[in-house]
């Protein structure tokens, strides 16, 4: 017998399983560190070089490239962002948060909802908005700027934070006063189905942003 993580006893089988599980688990998760940071220096890569010919050249297809790679590298940062956020909140919450075997898109990781405490859940949900906020706060500090290729990208992820908020924050208010996370997520993605201009909120406020971001 050994012990848990939680001080009771273990039998020897039970213990070995938890192990190679683990092990299976750090695996997966440089895996898909490795290949979304390699997705992140593409993308990055990309935008530089368009920001880099946008200020050697003024032609309008010049321009228009630089604008897509902005948007395009906009909406892969801001969704790995999201997703790493999740991820960090849930794993530093200590919830059950196993790495996928097999993955579609950036979704990397399956939070156990009904193995997991409310706690856990709020700060998992908590952890993707942050995220996109800091991507928001690093774009605009840590890059440089003065480029329509600057201002896409700006205004893509401040527009794709807006619209996380406009979804995460009702679920994450109606899981703090009590209701079942696990409902609240369906209820929450029925109602964006139903809503109005509020799912375009990100888009509105990205467009407004990126033609005061191309005036400065």
Not at 45 to 72: D, K, N, P, R
Not at 164 to 192: H, K, N, W
């Amino acid at each position: 017998m050994t012990e848990s993580l939680t001080g009771t006893a273990m039998p020897e089988n039970d213990a070995a399983d938890e192990a190679a599980r683990v092990r299976r688990d750090r695996a997966r998760l440089k895996t898909v560190g490795f290949q979304h940071g390699g997705v992140m220096i593409a993308a990055l890569v990309i935008w530089g070089s368009a920001a880099q010919w946008l200020g050697m050249a003024s032609e309008w297809l010049v321009q228009l490239v630089g604008i897509g790679a902005g948007f395009f590298v906009g909406v892969v940062l801001a969704f790995l962002a999201h997703e790493w956020g999740h991820f960090s909140g849930a794993r530093l919450s200590g919830a059950l948060s196993p790495v996928l075997k097999e993955r579609s898109s950036f979704f990397m990781f399956n939070f156990k909802t009904a193995s997991n405490s409310r706690a856990q859940f709020l700060a998992m949900s908590l952890g993707g908005p942050m995220a996109n906020w800091a991507l928001v706060a690093l774009v605009l500090l840590a890059l440089p700027s003065g480029t329509l290729a600057h201002a896409a990208l700006a205004a893509t992820v401040l527009g794709v934070a807006i619209n996380v908020c406009v979804f995460e924050f009702p679920v994450i208010s109606r899981v703090s006063y009590g209701q079942d996370p696990a409902e609240t997520l369906a209820t929450r993605q029925l109602e964006m189905k139903q809503a109005g201009w509020v799912k375009q909120a990100g888009l509105m406020a990205g467009g407004v942003a990126f033609i005061l971001l191309a005036l400065v």
